[in-house]
């Protein structure tokens, strides 16, 4: 492994946990008139449609506050309760808590430093609103480990666009076939990569195995970041 390309959400950070506690505190402060259980019903079912349809969810993810506030007005007027004001109000309280909750997995700032130590080349890949990505990159003082930082919102595409993969191997230097890259979207961080001749790793932090029916087949499979760093 002479480079890697690393994801950050969900592989150096925990972006998906306590999603649904802050749904529910966002519903408390903002909808407080509303029967609670039917709305956070309502949101389960509203956030499964919104981001099931793969080009709205490529175009909306740049933009995470406004998803929100689309996911909570679809929700609201499910319960009956339409309410443009009530939905940016739910997704901004939203919006604080999750910014609030994101900390890195405990693995990540060893694996990094590991990688640093050996003198690993490293991109950091990932998709979403630049804003937000940005931030969460400064909270946490992660751009000291990265040689090149790429970000769809800044980039005007993502992953698993292979123009992303391609620029990542130009900044660092490197060729496809001497990089790795690791994440736990098993098509954007392992299947897309290698269909450029890198090497792709899938963090499976649960332990689900591989998806039924995925013609994917990672290079390796790991619970943890450590799992990377064996001689």
């Known amino acids: 492994m002479k480079a890697l390309l690393v994801d950050l959400d969900d ?46 969810h490529r175009r909306e993810r740049v ?3 406004g998803a929100w506030t689309k996911i909570a007005a679809r929700a609201l ?5 339409a309410d443009s004001r009530m939905a940016a109000a739910i997704a901004e309280v939203f919006a604080e808590r999750r ?21 690993v080349p490293l991109a950091l890949v990932t998709n979403g609103d630049a804003r937000q990505q940005r931030d969460k990159i400064a909270r946490h003082d992660l751009a000291r480990w990265f040689d ?30 001497d990089a790795w ?15 450029l001749g890198l090497r792709g790793v899938w963090l499976d932090r649960a332990g689900a195995g591989v998806p039924a029916g995925a013609d994917v087949r990672p290079h390796l499979i790991i619970r943890d970041l450590f799992a990377m760093l064996a001689p």
């Open 181 to 195: 890259m690791v994440g736990d979207h098993i098509e954007f961080d392992v299947g897309a990569p290698q269909r």
């Open 99 to 119: 910014r609030a909750a994101w900390r890195l997995f405990p693995d990540a700032l060893a694996f990094l430093t590991s990688l640093r130590e050996r003198r």
């Open 77 to 81: 007027e499910a319960c009956g309760g």
């Open 148 to 177: 090149a930082i790429l970000i769809e919102g800044e980039m005007g595409c993502g992953k698993p666009d292979e123009s992303v993969y391609r620029e990542a191997l130009r900044k660092l230097g490197a060729a496809a076939e």
């Open 63 to 65: 933009n995470m506050l």
């Open 11 to 56: 592989t150096l950070l925990d972006y998906s946990g306590g999603a649904d506690a802050c749904w529910e505190a966002a519903c408390a402060a903002a909808a407080p008139d509303l029967e609670r259980a039917a709305l956070l019903a309502a949101l389960v079912d509203a956030r499964q449609w919104f981001w099931s349809d793969p080009e709205r």
